[in-house]
């Protein structure tokens, strides 16, 4: 069965300290792979999408890689209104978007 | 341009009530999703619609949940009778064409719903 994890569960970040979550799928068909944020009390909100190994993606402080196993969503001097719940999903051939559980985010300041 | 409008917010049940929830998908977009998301979990997909028609269902719980996609807009999720494992948050998603490169299948959700039940 196709997986989608990610690491680490929790993350705790002084305001300004860069870092990286990852999120590793089972190679079998992968389609894109896409990297949502959620807030507390709200739905995702779509970030990035990547197709191909060695694909990046940048949009402010956060870059988003990808491999042929694994994706890393790279934050760069985070202020507190990063945090969140940061999701990926993978989609593969044949099916539909898997979620990973999401890695949750605090920055403090 | 307005976003996917999910309603209601919230609702608070008494298990083996029936309680059903509503989707409208960004105008344009002909695939809906919805999905179950449990607190500390991702987003588990439930039924998957193209226009009016259902794609994917393979992980609904088809003894007490159903949808449909009347005329191919908004959408209506219920479930009847609800159980206490059913207390999520249902998130409504739309896309204009999966199964394409570029944007076109990137899915956007809307708010959710969160149900309880007690």
């Known amino acids: 069965e196709d997986q989608v994890t990610q690491s680490p569960e929790a993350l705790r970040l002084q305001e300004g300290e860069s870092s990286s979550l990852n999120c590793s799928y089972t190679v079998s068909g992968l389609r894109g792979l896409f990297w949502y944020r959620q807030d507390p009390g709200k739905g995702p909100e779509f970030l990035f999408t990547?197709?191909?190994a060695g694909e990046e993606k940048e949009k402010e402080r956060l870059k988003a890689t990808l491999t042929k196993k694994e994706s890393f969503l790279h934050i760069t001097a985070p202020k507190p209104e990063d945090s969140a719940t940061y999701l990926c999903?993978?989609?593969?051939?044949?099916?539909?978007?898997?979620f990973g559980p999401g890695t949750r985010l605090s920055v403090l300041p | 341009e307005a976003g996917v409008a999910q309603s209601p917010r919230y609702k608070i049940i008494e298990k083996r009530q029936s309680v059903a929830f509503w989707c409208n998908p960004i105008s344009g977009h002909a695939t809906l999703y919805w999905y179950q998301q449990i607190l500390g979990q991702g987003p588990k997909l439930l039924i998957q619609?193209?226009?009016?028609?259902?794609?994917?269902d393979s992980q609904l719980p088809k003894d007490r949940f159903s949808a449909e996609r009347l005329k191919g807009v908004d959408s209506t999720l219920k479930i009847q009778p609800a159980k206490l494992e059913d207390s999520a948050v249902y998130l409504c998603?739309?896309?204009?064409?999966?199964?394409?490169?570029?944007?076109?299948?990137?899915?956007?959700f809307g708010p959710g719903t969160r149900l309880l039940v007690l």
């Open positions: 990547l197709y191909s």
């Open positions: 619609f193209q226009n009016n028609g259902v794609v994917d």
């Open positions: 998603a739309s896309s204009l064409a999966p199964g394409t490169s570029g944007s076109q299948e990137t899915q956007y």
């Open positions: 999903a993978v989609n593969y051939y044949g099916q539909n978007f898997v």
